[in-house]
């Protein structure tokens, strides 16, 4: 625990100032990406869709056949003017859909719900591999080249993708492998080495903070929502802090997932101060012996230093007030931004130890590939994925089923 947030504060009062400018020249020195284009990672969501899918796509025809953009896309304006009209309207829809939702429960398994979120990435990578390896008679390097595009059009990512036709090749020579077809099986092994099997539940922990992080419109708020009502649901006491105070829009808007999980929200006014928001959500959890804090932040600051400076604030408090509380710090990504939320992890990576990622929307892109991407570039594991806009649409990560689900099996 001593460890925790280690980049974010001293060990004692004297080095706070120190870090400081650390902090500082962390975020401003000589990264990779510049000051500027940290900014527009963080706050221009708009402009990174459309660079990424610029820069990034080989095949753009191809890939935006199925990557119809949701509605939920980060890059809607009325999101951020997202009245309360709006919301309690959303609420008696989601209501009403809670219902069907029950009889869907019996009927839909967990795992053709992944099928059903993974649709359009099926199509994107795994269709495309299969007309490819029944177009081949035998196994060359241009089947290599095939792969290998439609793996980087997926979004896994170059880097990764030229590790995975690597090892492929490989195996393809030490086993002899003469089928194409063979190459599928291989592949999904691939994968799924990648992908690893160490995900550890988040909230199995009492007492435990799970504080979420992610830039605006990524799905913080809504995926506190399906974590709160699962916790519930499976006997926790479970507490939610309202610490984006940025808009009274985004209070109300979690008070309306916390009503419908029948968990309570600590909130303060618009505007107030985060940290005091989460300092008050403790001493609430501490004497309601809550299981699990969840704790919302803003995406959205005046700028990036802001925002920062803010997670850097609530990070202090949360040490100080609940050190025997077990900490999560879960970055929300949204797959269907591809690439850019690798490069948005690497931001947040340098001011917070995240110990795992939710990956939001993966129904509305055929990118999928990007939690493979995620995994071997960032080596932060995925725990948690969102496949639909829904209170059950959230499932834990498992590689194996993610990879069958992907290759429809
Ligand atoms: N299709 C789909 N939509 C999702 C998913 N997760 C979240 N969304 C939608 O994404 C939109 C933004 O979600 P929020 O939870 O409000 O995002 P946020 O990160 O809290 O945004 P800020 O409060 O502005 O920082 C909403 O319309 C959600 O319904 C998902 O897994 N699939
Ligand atoms: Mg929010």
């Not at 909130?267 to 804090?293: M, N, Y």
């Amino acid at each position: 625990m001593a460890n925790f947030f280690k980049k974010l504060f001293g060990k004692d009062k004297e080095k706070d100032q120190e870090e400081d400018i650390q902090q500082e020249e962390l975020l401003d020195g000589e990264e990779q990406l510049s000051d500027e284009e940290i900014e527009k990672l963080l706050f221009e969501e708009e402009d990174l869709e459309v660079d990424a899918v610029e820069e990034l796509e080989i095949s753009e025809v191809q890939a935006e056949e199925y990557d119809e953009p949701s509605e939920q896309e980060p890059d809607e304006e009325s999101f951020q003017e997202l009245e309360i009209s709006e919301i309690e309207a959303d609420v008696v829809d989601e209501d009403e859909e809670q219902e069907s939702d029950a009889v869907e429960e019996v009927n839909v398994s967990f795992f053709s719900k992944l099928k059903d979120g993974l649709f359009k990435t099926r199509k994107n990578i795994t269709d495309k591999i299969n007309d490819v390896l029944s177009n081949f008679k035998s196994v060359d390097e241009d089947l290599f080249e095939e792969l290998e595009e439609i793996l980087i059009t997926s979004d896994v990512g170059v880097e990764t993708t030229m590790r995975i036709l690597d090892n492929l090749r490989l195996k393809v020579k030490q086993q002899s492998v003469k089928d194409p077809m063979l190459i599928k099986g291989l592949l999904k092994q691939e994968m799924v080495e990648i992908l690893g099997n160490t995900t550890s539940a988040i909230g199995t922990h009492s007492p435990e903070v799970i504080l979420i992080i992610g830039v605006n419109g990524v799905g913080k708020t809504t995926s506190i929502g399906k974590i709160s009502s699962r916790l519930k649901k499976s006997g926790k006491k479970v507490l939610i802090a309202a610490a984006d105070t940025f808009r009274a829009a985004a209070i109300d808007q979690l008070e309306v997932w916390g009503n419908r999980a029948g968990v309570d929200v600590i909130r303060h006014q618009e505007g107030s101060d985060p940290a005091a928001v989460i300092f008050d959500a403790i001493s609430a959890a501490k004497s309601r012996k809550t299981d699990v804090l969840i704790c919302d932040t803003a995406g959205r600051l005046h700028n990036k230093k802001n925002l920062m400076e803010e997670l850097r604030k609530i990070f202090k408090v949360i040490d100080r007030e609940y050190p025997e509380a077990h900490k999560e710090v879960m970055l929300v990504l949204d797959a269907t931004t591809g690439q850019n939320a690798i490069a948005q992890a690497k931001v947040f990576k340098e001011v917070a130890d995240i110990t795992g990622i939710i990956l939001t929307k993966l129904d509305g892109t055929a990118k999928g590939g990007i939690v493979i991407g995620i995994k071997s570039e960032l080596d932060i594991p995925v725990k948690l994925i969102g496949v639909g806009e829904k209170v059950n649409d959230l499932q834990e990560f498992v590689p194996e089923d993610f990879v069958n689900a992907l290759f429809g099996e």
